[in-house]
């Protein structure tokens, strides 16, 4: 086994246990994430409060756990928007060909020209002022899933137009196999590696949009907790040097990020 | 050069028709955003009722979808891209203060991230030592994982400028894929065979390599502009500099919904602009 096989092993397992965490939160911490304890604000860590509190008293391990079952079930949902967009356009611009195909790549490569962040932050603007924290985590992650697909739909498009192009399709056609038959049987399996390492990449790069949103106070309202507005506590600089631990979200933000990185198999690699 | 005439047609023609398209598309979202044609300062007590009706009159105004759009085609004909709701200035002016400090950023930024991708993509696959390209991964892999507003409370931190923090958010993406691009070239039979013939460095680079790689180098230039006008609201409004992307940060903050909407029109047309010159420029060098 080399070097990258068992890094891949371990970003795996990591990445296991992150999510585990998140989703089993309420399991592993008695708090909610609401609940303030305003007589220790800022708290340091101890057997009450292993990561600390807030500055308004909040326990920060809750809001770390609930945090990370919001970001670690929204990213891939939204990832999975975007690749399902990328992967019916693409299929069908690399299948169909002709204007399809021309209409559906201009398309991806105008949405690819554009600055997403600012295209994000005018469109979380339309939502009311007083929208309901969860409306705006749906709306956040939802905007992201449905304006993160260009890239994916050109790596999709590619593959589907080299599948047009295969000798077995030819011959499944050639054969009489009925449409629905050569898109279930042929096309969607041969699709599908390419889709997945597309919804793969996609997680970690909305898991990093959403933070940054939600610091900028555009993405996931409080006090539901997001990997984001957890690091928002970040800005006070004083604070963090006071309570060095609350790095402790940016430490798991870009250590599940880079695990996402190492546990996607290399070309040639097996799955 | 008469090739090039039809060329740049096209391309100013779909400008003209994003211009178009964008902006009917940005107004019909004003139009039907939740809030359109309230007034707060209907709920001012020290108003009086006539008053108020002459403030709900002026939004009556243009409130038939008709109408609406004809008033917006009208303004925008006359380059006015209408008023800021909450500075209450013309948006036009506002860019005219803002967009020259974001460009020089923006610029200065891509051409800082660009020259350490360069130099760092190359010295990795010319010196072909591990330690160069282990560098350069870590480097591009520790910055990719970052989200764009915690580098840009690091600059902040450290008292960088704006064009630092925008530089390595591009960095990373395009040094990766710089890489990737060349070491694929370096792989081609016709690159390996010249090596094999001791064709000197600087020459296969430039005779066989950097014209494999033009293209889609081309492409990815188009976007790093895009990437770092996006780049540019977290590190203006964390970092305090008074840009356009600052400027689209308090205006979502504050739902100007005609300001945002018109910002990020302005900057696609810029971003689409600088991919089709890129584009244009590969095209006359092959």
């Known amino acids: ?271 | 050069m008469s090739s090039w005439l039809p060329r740049i047609a096209r391309r100013l023609m779909l400008l003209a028709v994003l211009s178009l398209a964008g902006g009917l598309l940005g107004a019909t979202l004003v139009r039907f955003a939740p809030g359109y044609g309230m007034d707060e300062r209907e709920l001012d007590p020290r108003l009086s009722e006539a008053s108020r009706d002459a403030i709900r009159n002026e939004h009556r105004l243009h409130s038939g979808l008709l109408s609406y759009y004809g008033a917006w085609m009208m303004r925008a004909v006359h380059g006015d891209l209408g008023r800021s709701e909450w500075l209450d200035r013309p948006i036009s002016g506002l860019l005219a203060e803002r967009f020259p400090l974001t460009l020089r950023s923006v610029l200065l930024g891509v051409l800082t991230a660009w020259s350490a991708a360069v130099l760092l993509a190359l010295a990795s696959l010319c010196a072909r030592g591990w330690m160069v390209d282990l560098a350069g991964t870590l480097t591009s892999g520790f910055l990719i994982a970052l989200p764009a507003a915690v580098v840009a409370l690091a600059a902040m931190y450290l008292r960088a400028p704006v064009f630092v923090a925008i530089a390595a958010v591009t960095f990373p993406k395009v040094f990766r894929y710089l890489r990737n691009l060349l070491v694929h070239a370096y792989e081609q039979p016709y690159v390996l065979a010249a090596r094999a013939r001791g064709i000197g460095q600087a020459r296969l680079l430039l005779r066989h390599v950097f014209r494999l790689v033009g293209q889609p180098v081309a492409a990815l230039f188009g976007v790093s502009i895009s990437m770092a006008f996006g780049a540019a609201i977290p590190m203006e409004a964390l970092c305090d500099s008074p840009g356009i992307g600052q400027l689209a940060w308090l205006a979502a903050l504050n739902r100007d919904l005609p300001l945002i909407m018109n910002l990020t029109l302005v900057v696609t047309l810029i971003t689409v602009a600088a991919n089709s010159v890129a584009d244009l420029l590969h095209q006359e060098a092959q």
């Open chain 1, 1 to 271: 086994m080399n070097a990258k096989a068992i890094l891949r092993i371990v970003s795996c397992g990591i990445l296991c246990a992150v999510f585990a965490a998140g989703l089993f939160a309420g399991s592993l911490t008695r708090y909610s994430y609401a609940l303030q304890f305003r007589e220790v604000p800022n708290a340091a860590p101890s057997a009450l409060h292993p990561f600390g509190t807030d500055a308004l008293g909040r326990d920060s391990l809750a809001r770390l756990l609930y945090g990370t079952r919001i970001s670690l079930l929204l990213a891939p949902a939204a990832a999975l928007l975007a690749t399902l967009i990328a992967g019916v356009f693409g299929g069908v611009a690399g299948l169909a060909g002709g204007w399809w195909e021309k209409a559906i790549l201009a398309a991806a490569d105008l949405s690819m020209a554009l600055p997403l962040l600012f295209v994000l932050i005018a469109m979380r603007a339309l939502l009311p002022l007083d929208v309901s924290p969860v409306i705006s985590v749906v709306a956040t992650f939802l905007i992201l899933g449905a304006l993160g697909w260009p890239s994916s739909l050109r790596v999709a498009w590619a593959a589907a137009r080299d599948l047009r192009n295969s000798d077995f399709l030819l011959l499944a056609r050639a054969g009489g196999c009925a449409p629905r038959t050569i898109l279930l049987r042929h096309v969607i399996p041969n699709l599908r590696p390419v889709l997945f390492a597309q919804f793969w990449i996609s997680i970690p790069l909305f898991i990093l949009t959403e933070a940054t949103l939600s610091m900028l106070g555009l993405g996931v309202m409080e006090p539901l907790p997001s990997w984001g507005n957890l690091l928002k506590g970040l800005e006070d600089f004083s604070a963090v040097r006071a309570n060095p631990w609350m790095v402790t979200p940016l430490v798991l933000l870009v250590v599940v990020v880079l695990c996402f990185q190492f546990a996607l198999p290399g070309e040639g690699e097996p799955a």
